[in-house]
């Protein structure tokens, strides 16, 4: 038809009829035109499916429409003006790819919330992943228009991850629940946090580009201890690296304050211990772990067997103070009766305070209840083995001598599983009655 002499009818059909397939590409893939009205009158429910459907036809559009269109007006074209090419192709793709690229930039204006945060950067990843192919697709200078509108998108998406990380930052740190997670349990706000930023780790690549630029500030409210924030003493060092840990940072100096509402010191360690060991069995078992590394790990797993230790310090001490310094040594009956009766008071009040008490994390749990019989059991059967028959045969010694040492360990190995643990027996005054009332190990 061109060398008819027909240029002009030949491109106005191929426009014409190009543009209505690569439409109705677009319209099979889910394209729609959205204006920034229609987008935020619709709920999160239904942007959240129109994202999934823009998602996969942003690759599709681009990859193979836009991409086989260019190549096809090229080869069509190929001994007409480098003119007609350039004026073919942006008719027939120009509107849809700014329709395609208008809906992120529409989505990235609306309100922020923390919900939003992960559809934003994924779409971000895929405008990003898919930019060398939208700049070599859309070169000519009359296609900038699309060119610029994904980059706007970029922009708008990258300061609308920026706001939410700043909302983060203050929800966690504003957090004003007085409420104690009972038997000293992990924390709602401790799971939140962590499951949020172990799903902000995988984006390391988005976020690389987004928080390179974007200054941290030290909320006022954080105690002295926390001032210093994390760097290449903590074996963290990327813009990415160093915002996650200071977001945990941030959650942990929260968790002090809230031990404090516990009335029970030893409780509150107790607490400080379990949310530790939540944060940092999820910094292992995700991506945060190649972020923060195995330093960080180890220093705040230390911090673990640290607020564990203090726990058994304040919880156990009494129990501990309450058998003879020399557990072997040679005493009067009525003196080893007399260290009998403190041993069993200090051992039922700890035991009734804290079998409500919890430690979800087994290996934790088992750290801690060994570590308990160690320091107490072997003290108390040296004792036990040393005093227990003579104060038996005693007239009127009747439950003085309450627990064998196989008793103590039943009894250590029902706590921390919370109320429904193992209690006291109403009455026990003996061992028989302990060990009919069922403790032992085998009831777990």
């Not at 990843?125 to 994904?150: H, K, Q, Y």
């Not at 100096?253 to 607490?271: I, N």
């Amino acid at each position: 038809m061109i060398g008819a002499g027909y240029t002009k009818e030949c491109v106005k059909i191929y426009k014409i009829i190009r543009k209505s397939i690569v439409d109705e590409g677009l319209y099979r893939l889910g394209v729609d035109r959205f204006s920034l009205l229609q987008v935020h009158k619709l709920d999160w429910e239904a942007v959240d499916s129109k994202i999934k459907t823009w998602l996969y036809a942003v690759k599709v559009a681009v990859k193979t429409l836009f991409y086989g269109e260019r190549l096809l007006c090229d080869h069509v074209f190929s001994s007409s003006s480098p003119a007609i090419r350039e004026s073919c192709f942006v008719e027939v793709v120009r509107e849809g790819a700014l329709d395609l690229f208008g809906f992120p930039e529409n989505f990235a204006k609306g309100k922020k919330t923390l919900e939003k945060m992960f559809r934003t950067l994924d779409i971000y990843e895929a405008i990003s992943d898919l930019w060398p192919d939208i700049e070599s697709i859309f070169s000519f200078e009359s296609t900038a228009a699309v060119r610029n509108r994904a980059i706007n998108s970029l922009i708008k998406l990258g300061d609308a991850v920026r706001t939410m990380l700043a909302d983060l930052e203050n929800s966690i740190t504003k957090d004003a629940s007085k409420i104690s997670v009972p038997g000293g349990g992990v924390h709602p706000l401790t799971r939140y946090v962590m499951n949020y930023i172990s799903f902000l780790s995988d984006y390391s690549g988005a976020l690389s580009d987004i928080v390179a630029d974007f200054p941290m500030e030290v909320p006022a409210s954080m105690p002295e201890a926390y001032f210093s924030s994390p760097g290449p003493d903590d074996g963290v060092t990327s813009p990415v690296s160093v915002r996650l840990a200071w977001l945990i940072l941030i959650l942990l100096c929260k968790l002090d304050g809230k031990a404090q509402f516990y009335r029970d010191v030893p409780l509150s360690y107790l607490f400080l211990a379990n949310n530790l060991r939540y944060v940092v069995n999820k910094v292992r078992t995700s991506s945060l772990k190649f972020h923060l590394g195995d330093e960080w790990i180890e220093k705040h797993d230390a911090k673990v067997r640290q607020y564990a230790a203090n726990y058994e310090r304040v919880g156990w001490d009494r129990v501990m103070s309450s058998l003879p310094a020399n557990a072997a040594a040679a005493m009067t009956v009525p003196e080893a009766a007399e260290w009998f009766r403190k041993f069993n008071s200090a051992f039922e009040e700890a035991y009734r305070k804290q079998s409500s008490w919890v430690v979800p994390d087994s290996r934790l749990r088992d750290e801690i209840k060994i570590s308990v019989a160690r320091k107490i059991g072997p003290a108390y059967r040296r004792f036990y083995e040393r005093n227990r028959a003579a104060v038996s045969r005693q007239a009127g010694s009747h439950g003085i001598v309450r627990y064998a040492p196989d008793d103590l360990e039943n009894y250590w190995s029902d706590l921390f599983y919370g109320p429904s643990g193992g209690s006291f027996s109403s009455g026990s005054s003996s061992r028989s009655s302990v060990s009919s009332s069922g403790h032992g190990g085998s009831s777990h």
